[in-house]
């Protein structure tokens, strides 16, 4: 089992930036890759960005490509990712995810975190 925990989502102007985190515990957090997905009100989760276990890859969504970046630190069983000009198309229920592969399919990720709320206003 691995624990997840994500922190720092927010309230923050369009143009703004927030750094999400997403703590592990549980099993080696150095052998999963770590994905980042978000819900909308109304919306069916989409995948927003994704880094291998060693952090050597990242792949992201087209919608975030240039303005988030996604990081890991194994030494601190720690994902990142980081936000910045934000639109409010942005606001959602972000979630971090662990799983074997760098793919942008929530199915392929065997564990969840409960999520952390990011809205951007206008």
């Known amino acids: 089992q691995v624990q997840l925990v994500e922190s720092g989502g927010g309230l923050v102007q369009a143009g703004g930036s927030l750094r999400l985190s997403c703590a592990a515990s549980g099993r080696t957090f150095s052998n999963y890759a770590m994905g980042w997905f978000r819900q909308a009100p109304g919306k069916e989760r989409e995948f927003v960005a994704a880094?291998?276990?060693?952090?050597?890859?990242?792949y992201y969504a087209d919608s975030v490509k240039g303005r988030f970046t996604v990081s890991r630190d194994n030494a601190k069983n720690t994902v990142f990712l980081q936000m910045n000009s934000l639109k409010p198309e942005d606001t959602a229920v972000y979630y971090c995810a662990a799983g074997g592969r760098v793919v942008p399919i929530s199915g392929s990720y065997d564990y969840w975190g409960q999520g952390t709320q990011v809205t951007v206003s206008p």
């Open positions: 880094i291998s276990y060693n952090g050597g890859y990242a």
